[in-house]
């Protein structure tokens, strides 16, 4: 016969109806040693309760990410303004006959929020474009060789939140892998 899993029980409670537990009542607590804090135990303890919840509240007021965790996350603690463009990064190599491969999405073993963070240093060292590629190379045995890297901003216009089809695509960094470096 199958069993199944019940939440509520033959006298019609459900298992959220019941006690959890038993409060604890004066016969049940005896025997256990209560130490009371002394004063200075309890200035000390309002002291650094009040110092943390000061440090928290000067972070939530004028902090930023690097404070965190006390100053807010933007992304949870602000709202962009919904018809504000939205860019979204993404990093392509390109075949000698010009198909675009989508290098982002773990086709090389990183995520676009990994390129995304990495794009500074990208720009000022582009050939590190190129280890993509050998990655891409090294995980598709098969493919086409790249000849080409880049990096590329696609600026995709809103109108009260919802994608107008308008966009605009600007090459950030790139890297021509036929060159000599």
Do not use: C, K, N
């Amino acid at each position: 016969m199958p069993t199944h899993a019940s939440v509520t029980r033959l006298d019609g409670r459900r298992s959220y109806d019941g006690r959890v537990s038993t409060p604890p009542t004066a016969e049940s607590t005896t025997g256990t040693d209560v130490v009371p804090l002394s004063r200075a135990s309890r200035r000390v303890r309002l002291g650094v309760a009040a110092a943390v919840l000061a440090v928290v509240m000067t972070g939530t007021v004028w902090g930023d990410d690097a404070d965190f965790p006390f100053g807010p996350f933007r992304m949870y603690s602000t709202r962009a303004d919904p018809d504000a463009p939205v860019i979204s990064t993404r990093v392509v190599g390109l075949t000698a006959a010009g198909d675009e491969v989508r290098l982002s999405g773990g086709a090389v073993g990183l995520r676009r929020a990994e390129f995304e963070g990495q794009l500074p240093r990208m720009q000022e060292h582009p050939e590190l474009l190129a280890l993509l590629a050998d990655t891409y190379a090294d995980r598709h045995p098969d493919a086409e060789p790249l000849v080409e890297v880049q990096v590329i901003h696609r600026r995709i216009e809103l109108d009260d939140g919802q994608r107008t089809g308008e966009f605009t695509d600007t090459v950030v960094v790139e890297q021509d892998l036929e060159a000599p470096q």
